[in-house]
């Protein structure tokens, strides 16, 4: 079984930043590509950036320029630094590595 847990959500003002933390609890952290996922209410849930085991990256179109994804495979533990945030960027935000998902952190951005 692996566990991830998420923190560093919360209220931030339109234009800040905040840097989601996602923990996992077993050595496969480091075998496997790494993802981050939002969920707004009332909208199906969203692939926001992705890092595969070579460090390449992939982002939504959304959040380009603005989000950084990263891994610390000695910590087994994944980042995603949120810069420049938006009212639209409001959602609660969860890790994923193979089907194992993170319980989420809340992310309200206000304007």
């Known amino acids: 079984q692996v566990q991830l847990v998420e923190s560093g959500g919360g209220l931030v003002q339109a234009g800040g930043s905040l840097r989601l933390s996602c923990a996992a609890s077993?050595?496969?952290?480091?075998?496997?590509?790494l993802e981050w996922y939002r969920q707004a209410p009332g909208k199906q849930r969203e692939l926001v950036a992705s890092?595969?085991?070579?460090?390449?990256?992939n982002y939504a179109d959304s959040v380009k320029g603005r989000f950084t994804i990263s891994r610390d495979n000695a910590k087994n533990t994944v980042y995603l630094q949120m810069n420049s945030l938006k009212p639209e960027d409001t959602a609660v935000y969860y890790c994923?590595?193979?089907?194992?998902w993170g319980q989420g952190t809340q992310v309200t951005v206000s304007s």
């Open positions: 994923k590595i193979l089907i194992f």
């Open positions: 077993a050595s496969i952290f480091r075998l496997n590509a």
């Open positions: 890092i595969t085991t070579d460090y390449n990256t």
